[in-house]
């Protein structure tokens, strides 16, 4: 990916005139943003000692080992708004003292007690994708901290076809992933929108969910069984589908993002690969009709696998941007989209009773050109952040769950929180908001927040973001329903686990990592 911004360089587009004339008409004149090239970054230098270097390449090799800031800078961080701002800064930067690439799980458990011996902190790298700090190279107390980077853990270990189960490395990409479950009929179905770089290990670490949940689950359902090295020794995790033997201690481990230990292989549920896809796009009237609706279709278990609803000001935007999403066919409301998966006859049987739940519910159908438009870009929207962040805007998604009962009341306390707070620094917003995943009992809400960088906009950025996790707290939602946690929603842990519960989570870490190196200042508060 590329250093400082979102994925393949070859994929970033220009804003289009039509963009740029919407932003100035809403926001006014937007503040010149200074760019530097990778060369003009000066990174701190790296604080291994010699000795250091020397212990850690006798492990990895010299080829696995790097201190060059050539190799440090694309791993100073993830991709979230805060850290592509950071990347602009023409200040020291914060980086890893080194890269460090074992191979196997030995030179894993190698690496890792070099560190505890020379009290170096290790943060794991997969793809570099995450969007709440979680890469951040926090020193903390320690010498010095290294990106310990999974990329050679890149195979297809076992498929095991009589019980649909396949391990995976941890280092393994989605799309390498899928190709090479394809190869054998199969497929995982997890695709957020991070699947063209995330990794297996990440989505795992990271308890992820990808825009096909509906039908295939959230990561964590899938997840079997984990290997983790951990300084303490090495877990294998997940003896059998379920089990009765205490606690689970696979769930321990997904969410755990680097802290409790380095996952370097999950068993996953696998399934053939779907024999046909079909598509249906749909029109609500305001997004109250159309959150009933999804709520209808997930608690009546009809089976799409994906739905998902925009809500006015998203939908009103989209058409403003784009000719590819109804056309002449929506004025106002609220668009919705649905695929359903599987073999002709449940494809058949998914799709005539959803669409039957959804025009009982007041849907409108429109056809499926819309949601195939959505499909054929759903991953391509940081990259529009990239060029918004470039011009001068502010650009930056958070998200949340709660009860279906809570959801007008949390979605309605988050927009406001973000529209006064960027007012209070001196920009108007547009607050953007989509239900991306359901469930019988609630739903997921995902904010897209659009303004205009005023002074520092880091600060700025800080600002709203404080205050919509306050009233994500204040209104019975959960600080994070598929981001993680990372260093940027840690100071909500305490409320939304309890006392108790943080220190529940710190009696694990110092179970499993008693020195405290695996990626400190990340989630455990």
Same mark, same amino acid.
């Given at each position: 990916?590329?250093?400082?911004?979102?994925?393949?360089?070859?994929?970033?587009?220009?804003?289009?005139?039509?963009?740029?004339?919407?932003?100035?008409?809403?926001?006014?004149?937007?503040?010149?943003?200074?760019?530097?090239?990778?060369? !003009?970054?000066?990174?701190?230098?790296?604080?291994?000692?010699?000795?250091?270097?020397?212990? +850690?390449?006798?492990?990895?090799?010299?080829?696995?080992?790097?201190?060059?800031?050539?190799?440090?800078?694309?791993?100073?961080?993830?991709?979230?708004?805060?850290?592509?701002?950071?990347?602009?800064?023409?200040?020291?930067?914060?980086?890893?003292?080194?890269?460090?690439?074992?191979?196997?799980?030995?030179?894993?458990?190698?690496?890792?007690?070099?560190?505890?011996?020379?009290?170096?902190?290790?943060?794991?790298?997969?793809?570099?994708?995450?969007?709440?700090?979680?890469?951040?190279?926090?020193?903390?107390?320690?010498?010095?901290?290294?990106?310990? !980077?999974?990329?050679?853990?890149?195979?297809?270990?076992?498929?095991?076809?009589?019980?649909?189960?396949?391990?995976?490395?941890?280092?393994?990409?989605?799309? =390498?992933?899928?190709?090479?479950?394809?190869?054998?009929?199969? %497929?995982?179905?997890?695709?957020?929108?991070?699947?063209?770089?995330?990794?297996?290990?990440?989505?795992?670490?990271?308890?992820?969910?990808?825009?096909?949940?509906?039908?295939?689950?959230?990561?964590?359902?899938?997840?079997?069984?984990?290997?983790?090295?951990?300084?303490?020794?090495?877990?294998?995790?997940?003896?059998?589908?379920?089990?009765?033997?205490?606690?689970?201690?696979? %769930?321990?481990?997904?969410?755990?993002?680097?802290?409790?230990?380095?996952?370097?292989?999950?068993?996953?549920?696998?399934?053939?690969?779907?024999?046909?896809?079909?598509?249906?796009?749909?029109?609500?009237?305001?997004?109250?009709?159309?959150?009933?609706? +999804?709520?209808?279709?997930?608690?009546?278990?009809?089976?799409?696998?994906?739905?998902?609803?925009?809500?006015?000001?998203?939908?009103?935007?989209?058409? =403003?941007?784009?000719?590819?999403?109804?056309?002449?066919?929506?004025?106002?409301?609220?668009?919705?989209?649905?695929?359903?998966?599987?073999?002709?006859?449940?494809?058949?049987?998914?799709?005539?009773?959803?669409?039957?739940?959804?025009?009982?519910?007041?849907?409108?159908?429109?056809?499926?050109?819309?949601?195939? =438009?959505? %499909?054929?870009?759903?991953? !391509?929207?940081?990259?529009?952040?990239?060029?918004?962040?470039?011009?001068?805007?502010?650009?930056?998604?958070? %998200?949340?769950?709660?009860?279906?009962?809570?959801?007008?009341?949390?979605?309605?306390?988050?927009?406001?929180?973000?529209?006064?707070?960027?007012?209070?620094?001196?920009?108007?917003?547009?607050?953007?908001?989509?239900?991306?995943?359901?469930?019988?009992?609630?739903?997921?809400?995902?904010?897209?927040?659009?303004?205009?960088?005023?002074?520092?906009? #880091?600060?700025?950025?800080?600002?709203?973001?404080?205050?919509?996790?306050?009233?994500?707290?204040?209104?019975?939602?959960? #600080?994070?329903?598929?981001?993680?946690?990372?260093?940027?929603?840690?100071?909500?842990? !305490?409320?939304?686990?309890?006392?108790?519960?943080?220190?529940?989570?710190?009696?694990?870490?110092?179970?499993?990592?008693?020195?405290?190196?695996?990626?400190?200042?990340?989630?455990?508060?």
């Amino acid at each position: 990916m590329k250093w400082n911004a979102w994925g393949d360089p070859a994929l970033a587009k220009p804003l289009s005139d039509k963009i740029l004339n919407l932003l100035t008409s809403v926001f006014g004149e937007l503040q010149h943003v200074d760019t530097p090239d990778a060369a !003009d970054v000066v990174l701190r230098p790296s604080a291994l000692t010699p000795d250091d270097a020397a212990a +850690l390449s006798a492990v990895v090799g010299a080829e696995n080992f790097s201190t060059a800031d050539a190799d440090r800078l694309p791993r100073a961080g993830g991709k979230s708004t805060f850290d592509l701002l950071r990347r602009k800064s023409r200040d020291v930067q914060d980086a890893p003292d080194a890269v460090v690439l074992p191979a196997t799980d030995e030179e894993v458990a190698a690496v890792l007690a070099v560190c505890v011996e020379r009290r170096i902190a290790v943060v794991p790298f997969g793809g570099g994708t995450s969007v709440t700090g979680g890469l951040e190279p926090i020193r903390g107390d320690f010498a010095a901290v290294i990106s310990l !980077d999974l990329h050679h853990f890149d195979q297809l270990s076992k498929l095991d076809e009589v019980s649909r189960e396949a391990t995976l490395g941890a280092g393994l990409t989605g799309p =390498a992933a899928e190709a090479l479950l394809a190869a054998q009929g199969y %497929e995982l179905g997890h695709y957020p929108q991070s699947f063209r770089f995330a990794t297996i290990g990440g989505f795992a670490a990271t308890r992820s969910s990808g825009q096909d949940s509906a039908g295939f689950g959230r990561f964590d359902d899938m997840i079997r069984g984990l290997r983790v090295i951990t300084p303490e020794g090495v877990l294998d995790l997940g003896r059998a589908p379920k089990s009765a033997a205490g606690p689970d201690l696979r %769930e321990l481990f997904s969410g755990s993002e680097g802290t409790f230990g380095i996952i370097t292989s999950v068993r996953l549920r696998v399934h053939p690969v779907p024999a046909e896809k079909r598509h249906e796009s749909w029109r609500f009237p305001d997004f109250a009709t159309g959150a009933a609706a +999804l709520r209808a279709v997930t608690q009546d278990g009809t089976g799409p696998t994906v739905i998902r609803l925009s809500d006015e000001v998203e939908t009103g935007l989209n058409l =403003a941007m784009t000719d590819k999403i109804g056309g002449d066919q929506v004025s106002g409301g609220c668009i919705g989209m649905t695929v359903f998966e599987g073999t002709a006859e449940q494809v058949n049987g998914r799709h005539e009773t959803t669409r039957a739940a959804l025009l009982a519910a007041g849907g409108e159908s429109l056809g499926d050109e819309p949601a195939l =438009a959505w %499909e054929h870009g759903r991953f !391509d929207a940081p990259y529009l952040r990239d060029g918004l962040l470039a011009n001068g805007a502010l650009c930056e998604t958070l %998200e949340t769950a709660t009860d279906w009962g809570n959801l007008d009341r949390l979605k309605g306390a988050v927009t406001q929180a973000l529209q006064a707070t960027l007012q209070e620094t001196g920009t108007g917003s547009i607050v953007m908001c989509h239900i991306s995943h359901i469930y019988p009992t609630g739903a997921s809400l995902y904010f897209t927040v659009i303004g205009a960088q005023r002074g520092d906009p #880091i600060a700025q950025w800080q600002r709203a973001k404080n205050a919509a996790c306050d009233a994500i707290m204040a209104n019975g939602g959960t #600080i994070t329903h598929h981001h993680a946690v990372g260093a940027d929603h840690r100071p909500w842990m !305490d409320q939304e686990v309890g006392e108790l519960g943080v220190r529940v989570l710190r009696a694990v870490k110092a179970a499993v990592d008693p020195t405290g190196i695996l990626n400190p200042g990340k989630l455990i508060p």
